[in-house]
C-alpha cells in the first residue's frame, strides 16, 4: 500500500493471514482460525472487530453460483454517457440482475457486469437502458467462459503491507 495515502490502513503478518482464511472461507469460526495461526480466540476477535471498524473487512457474505438459480448468461455492457448520467445510475444500483457498475476511464463511460436468466431479459434491459436521455450508445459482450471469476477478494501477500 501506498504512503501517500492516508487512507489506507496497515497490516500486519497475523491481520493478513486473518484476512486470506476468512477470505477463503467466510464462516470459518474464531476457533479454527486461532488454531490455524496458533493465537488466542480473543485476539482473533479483536483483531477482526479492528478490521471491520477501519472498514478493511466491510461484510461477510455468501459467494453464491447465479448459474444454479438460471442466471446463465453473464454481460458486460460499456456505456458512452451524457455529463451527469452517473447520478442517474443510483437508481439501477438496486436492479436485481446488475452485479458492478464502474465509472471508467477510456471509450466508455460506465461498465456494468450483469447475470440475466436469458437474451430476451438482456434485450429488455439494454432497450430500456436506451431510452435513458443521458444515454449515447451501449457496447455488449456476453461471457462465453469463466477462465476465473473471483469477485470477494484477491489474496493478501504476505511481503506487502
Do not use: W
Not at 478493511?56 to 438460471?70: A, E, N, Q, T, Y
Not at 476511464?105 to 436468466?117: M, Q, S, W
Not at 443521458?134 to 506487502?160: A, D, F
Request: aromatic share 6%; glycine share 4%; proline share 2%.
Amino acid at each position: 500500500m501506498s504512503p501517500k495515502n492516508k487512507n489506507n490502513v496497515m497490516l500486519d503478518k497475523i491481520d493478513k493471514k486473518i484476512i486470506n482464511l476468512l477470505n477463503n472461507d467466510g464462516r470459518m469460526s474464531y476457533r479454527e482460525i486461532s488454531r490455524k495461526l496458533n493465537i488466542s480466540v480473543g485476539t482473533v476477535h479483536n483483531r477482526i472487530k479492528k478490521l471491520m471498524d477501519k472498514g478493511v473487512i466491510k461484510k461477510f457474505m455468501p459467494v453464491i453460483d447465479h448459474s444454479k438459480l438460471g442466471y446463465d448468461l453473464t454481460v458486460i455492457i460499456g456505456i458512452k454517457a451524457k455529463s451527469g448520467f452517473l447520478e442517474d445510475l443510483k437508481s439501477y444500483s438496486s436492479n436485481k440482475n446488475i452485479l458492478c457498475i464502474y465509472d471508467v476511464t477510456g471509450e466508455f463511460d460506465v461498465v456494468i457486469i450483469a447475470r440475466f436468466k436469458n437474451t430476451s431479459e438482456l434485450d429488455n434491459f439494454i432497450k430500456n437502458l436506451l431510452k435513458e436521455p443521458k444515454v449515447v450508445r451501449t457496447y455488449t459482450q456476453i461471457v462465453l467462459n469463466v477462465v476465473k471469476e473471483n469477485m470477494n477478494s484477491c489474496e493478501i501477500l504476505e511481503g506487502n503491507s
